[in-house]
């Protein structure tokens, strides 16, 4: 005799959907940080032409460890990664190398920098600032100065930080204190900018040079 068929039911448990996780900043990092470690680790051992069996005996680690830290599966203890360093053959800093945050870079391509107003533009000089980063980093200017048939000499300058000229294009003489430099295409002047400092002569016209600005950290513009 046939047993009757059971009917079952689908019932809800009331168990939650599923739920994405927070991950806290902390946590991320440290994340970010075992990645950066394992990437290193990985390069340097196969630069070496070690399989990772013969890198874990140089080190003095598990093969199933030296594997873990590759794959960003472990965090490392200070004694592991200077045992890391030391079987590696590189300093410990080498294992972080590209852990910095994101750096700052400008790029401004020929013909748009942008064009500073100042002293020497009603006399015919035309400035363009090559970039400048924000921040604690704003301390080097980089400009191009380009004299011209209209350009006369100006008044001389002075202000705090040291200041490197490179000529690019025509003849000029340049000031600095009491004392005169000729500079030709290739020619560096490397002063001290408290001193005042500005052309004297322009010789040879049209006139292209880079003059940049290192000011230091207490400056205030």
Not at 178 to 191: I, N, V, W
Request: hydrophobic share 40%; aromatic share 4%.
């Amino acid at each position: 005799m046939s047993q009757p068929a059971i009917r079952r039911e689908h019932r809800d448990t009331g168990d939650p959907a599923p739920v994405q996780r927070e991950v806290s900043p902390d946590a991320a990092a440290e994340a970010g940080l075992e990645r950066v470690i394992g990437d290193q680790v990985r390069r340097l051992r196969a630069a070496s032409g070690l399989t990772v069996g013969e890198a874990a005996a140089k080190i003095g680690i598990s093969k199933a460890m030296l594997s873990k830290i590759e794959n960003a599966q472990t965090s490392c203890s200070l004694s592991t990664l200077a045992r890391l360093a030391a079987g590696l053959d590189v300093p410990v800093t080498s294992l972080f190398r590209g852990a910095d945050a994101e750096r700052e870079a400008v790029f401004t391509p020929a013909g748009h920098g942008a064009v500073i107003v100042g002293r020497g533009t009603r006399v015919g000089h035309h400035y363009e600032l090559l970039g400048g980063l924000r921040g604690q980093h704003k301390r080097l200017e980089p400009v191009l100065v380009t004299l011209t048939e209209s350009s006369e000499t100006f008044p001389l300058f002075q202000h705090a930080g040291t200041e490197l000229l490179h000529m690019l294009e025509g003849v000029m003489v340049y000031g600095h204190g009491d004392a005169e430099y000729t500079l030709r295409p290739g020619d560096s002047l490397l002063l001290d900018g408290e001193g005042p400092h500005g052309p004297n002569e322009l010789v040879r016209l049209p006139i292209r040079f880079l003059a940049v600005t290192a000011y230091p950290d207490n400056h205030v513009e």
